[in-house]
T-cell receptor, first 110, second 114 residues
Framework: QEKVQQSPESLIVPEGAMVSLNCSFS?????SIWWYQQHPGKGPKALI?????GNKKEGRLTVYLNRASLHVSLHIKDSQPSDSAVYLC??????????FGTGTRLQVLP | DMKVTQMPRYLIKRMGENVLLECGQD?????MYWYRQDPGLGLQLIYI???????SEGDIPKGYRVSRKKREHFSLILDSAKTNQTSVYFC?????????????FGPGTRLTVL
């Protein structure tokens, strides 16, 4: 079964810090990799996706994809307490479904 | 307004009772999903629906069944609920199948089976 591995499991940073989250996926199918944000008691919400090798920037978020190494990372610049949430990486499976990682719990301290 | 709704939000049932979880979406999305989320296990796919009456098992379908009679509505049924089905259940929808498409999630249903 396909796996999506995320690291670290949890992270505590001071407000204003740069945050880096990592994700390794096992299926190299040419589909997008997604990052979702989930606040406590809420459903996940899509943040950003990437399809092509390289990087993509949206506001304070930058995502890097390396398909050869099956690795994607999400970087949050100038982190805010409102960024405190669980971040889920999602990638393709060989049955054309989506596989989610177990998440990274981020806490940004004021 | 793009929205996925779930009812009920909280549910407590006794072992052996039947459970019906309901999900609606207003985006006319073809594809809908049911997941459960447990600590340390992430989101696990129970069932996927490609359209009305076109459903397929996910990774953990045992003990569950689904019904989709209208494109905007997708139900999850637990016949004779078990204690190990205590979990948070999420419904999602997307305009297509696979990782090329964003999934839109509902707020979840917290189910406790005593």
């Amino acid at each position: 079964q396909e796996k999506v591995q995320q690291s670290p499991e949890s992270l505590i940073v001071p407000e204003g810090a740069m945050v880096s989250l990592n994700c390794s996926f096992s299926d190299s199918a040419s589909q997008s990799i997604w990052w979702y944000q989930q606040h406590p008691g809420k459903g996940p919400k899509a943040l950003i996706s990437i399809f092509s090798n390289g990087n993509k920037k949206e506001g304070r978020l930058t995502v890097y994809l390396n398909r050869a190494s099956l690795h994607v990372s999400l970087h949050i610049k100038d982190s805010q307490p409102s960024d405190s949430a669980v971040y889920l990486c999602a990638g393709p499976s060989n049955t054309n479904k989506v596989v989610f990682g177990t998440g990274t719990r981020l806490q940004v301290l004021p | 307004d793009m929205k996925v709704t779930q009812m009920p939000r909280y549910l407590i049932k006794r072992m052996g009772e039947n459970v019906l979880l309901e999900c609606g979406q207003d985006m006319s999305h073809e594809t809908m999903y049911w997941y459960r989320q447990d600590p340390g296990l992430g989101l696990q796919l129970i069932y996927i629906s490609y359209d009305v009456d076109s459903n397929s098992e996910g990774d953990i379908p045992k003990g569950y069944r689904v019904s989709r009679k209208k494109r905007e509505h997708f139900s999850l049924i637990l016949d004779s609920a078990k204690t190990n089905q205590t979990s948070v259940y999420f419904c999602a929808s997307s305009p297509g199948t696979g990782s090329s498409y964003e999934q839109y999630f509902g707020p979840g249903t917290r189910l406790t089976v005593l």
